[in-house]
């Protein structure tokens, strides 16, 4: 009898939207994985990637060192150097040219999944699969103090409060928890969101609110005291990133529904709907200048989006895999972005094209969503 651990030899595993279009995923009677592409007619061990197409833009660098899928990035802005957690247990600090910084710092074996900077970019604050959050000094690259316990599932995302005073982490228990960092002990007792499991949570920039999604496909917007103020509806599915305007007027959302979306923040209309992506949607930034949207997708592809015209800006950026993470630099004139082949793709966002592409569409308020419906594969304390 086959399980998730030991499937059936020749069965088919993929669900729609897990290989590119025309492509099959088997295991064979010996139990190793084999691939079938309908595209080129041929048969193989590796799992297709997507053909780049001529002209396309090519990363500035490409930063090999993980042994497994990347699951979070940070930006240091004062050395512009670039931070990456792994399901191999490891956190990395990285030049920008590819250069490793110092030795990888070791979380005792246990995946890492999520990471935020302080505001002085002294300490960085990760995420376990085990639940445990351990804070780390950037300088010595070691860990500081024993790890903060409370979650009692995957730590999915992190936030440090402005004023560096508390850190937010979501996790797969369903739970928001707020920490001192000096301390490692809990401010408050834990939100209780109605997320099932959490994805997402981030402080709004003058840190009176705070904004958490999930399973639930519903944004929930929380006051600095832990209660709600209002939710915020329109997604089709999961909710997996979200990022706040400079004046907290609004709140941008990603979902495994394809889309991103534009919210009042303060009276929870849905303003537009950017459509392009052609499956789930997992990490967003907003442009310094906010005249921008990044997106990274499991469609292999990062997106960039003019907030003018509310389209995507020139072909997307293409990787040979699904996409985990992005980061924006402080200056907005590069990105990183992440994911299941394990390597960090540095992107030039000044030699990226600027004319805007004419195919895709983004919907005004209150259009609801017909994005194709995909599998969320998330599978327990296993992200990738």
């Known amino acids: 009898?086959?399980?998730?651990?030991?499937?059936?030899?020749?069965?088919?595993?993929?669900?729609?939207?897990?290989?590119?279009?025309?492509?099959?995923?088997?295991?064979?009677?010996?139990?190793?994985?084999?691939?079938?592409?309908?595209?080129?007619r041929t048969t193989s061990w590796k799992k297709p990637t997507p053909?780049?197409?001529?002209?396309?833009?090519?990363?500035?660098?490409?930063?090999?060192?993980?042994?497994?899928?990347?699951?979070?990035?940070?930006?240091?802005d004062t050395s512009g150097?670039?931070?990456?957690?792994?399901?191999?247990?490891?956190?990395?600090?990285?030049?920008?040219?590819?250069?490793?910084?110092?030795?990888?710092?070791?979380?005792?074996?246990?995946?890492?999944?999520?990471?935020?900077?302080?505001?002085?970019?002294?300490?960085?604050?990760?995420?376990?699969?085990?639940?445990?959050?351990?804070?780390?000094?950037?300088?010595?690259?070691?860990?500081?103090?024993?790890?903060?316990?409370?979650?009692?599932?995957?730590?999915r995302c992190l936030d440090w409060f402005p004023n560096a005073r508390e850190i937010a982490s979501g996790s797969e228990d369903g739970t928001v928890r707020r920490w001192n960092p000096n301390t490692g002990r809990q401010i408050s007792p834990a939100i209780e969101t109605g997320h099932s499991w959490v994805y997402a949570v981030k402080y709004s920039p003058k840190g009176d609110r705070f904004a958490s999604g999930g399973m639930d496909k519903v944004i929930r917007v929380w006051s600095k005291d832990g209660k709600l103020l209002i939710e915020l509806k329109g997604h089709d599915r999961a909710l997996t990133s979200l990022?706040?305007?400079?004046?907290?007027?609004?709140?941008?959302?990603?979902?495994?529904?394809?889309t991103l979306r534009k919210w009042n923040s303060h009276t929870g209309e849905e303003l537009v709907v950017f459509r392009g992506h052609t499956n789930a949607v997992r990490f967003l930034c907003l442009s310094p200048d906010e005249r921008h949207l990044v997106s990274a997708s499991k469609d292999y592809s990062v997106r960039i989006w003019d907030l003018e015209s509310n389209?995507?800006?020139?072909?997307?950026?293409?990787?040979?895999?699904?996409?985990?993470?992005?980061?924006?630099?402080?200056?907005?004139?590069?990105?990183?972005?992440?994911?299941?082949?394990?390597?960090?793709?540095?992107?030039?966002?000044e030699t990226a094209p600027k004319e805007k592409s004419g195919d895709q569409s983004a919907d005004d308020s209150n259009t609801d969503s017909d994005a194709k419906r995909m599998r969320h594969a998330i599978r327990s304390r296993n992200v990738c």
């Open 243 to 258: 990022c706040w305007s400079k004046d907290g007027t609004h709140l941008f959302s990603a979902s495994s529904d394809n």
């Open 1 to 40: 009898m086959g399980s998730w651990n030991r499937p059936l030899p020749g069965v088919r595993l993929d669900q729609p939207g897990d290989l590119i279009p025309g492509c099959e995923w088997h295991i064979s009677p010996l139990g190793r994985s084999y691939f079938v592409n309908h595209n080129t």
């Open 81 to 155: 150097n670039i931070m990456s957690t792994s399901e191999d247990g490891s956190i990395r600090q990285w030049t920008r040219d590819g250069k490793p910084v110092g030795k990888p710092w070791d979380s005792g074996g246990e995946a890492v999944g999520s990471i935020t900077v302080s505001p002085d970019e002294t300490m960085v604050a990760s995420g376990s699969a085990n639940g445990a959050i351990r804070l780390w000094n950037v300088k010595e690259g070691s860990a500081v103090g024993d790890p903060w316990k409370g979650h009692t599932s995957v730590v």
């Open 51 to 76: 053909e780049h197409p001529a002209g396309s833009l090519a990363p500035e660098c490409v930063i090999e060192g993980h042994a497994k899928c990347i699951w979070s990035l940070a930006c240091l």
């Open 311 to 349: 389209k995507p800006i020139g072909d997307p950026l293409l990787h040979d895999d699904e996409l985990w993470a992005l980061v924006i630099s402080a200056d907005g004139k590069w990105i990183a972005s992440a994911g299941l082949d394990a390597k960090v793709y540095v992107w030039n966002l």
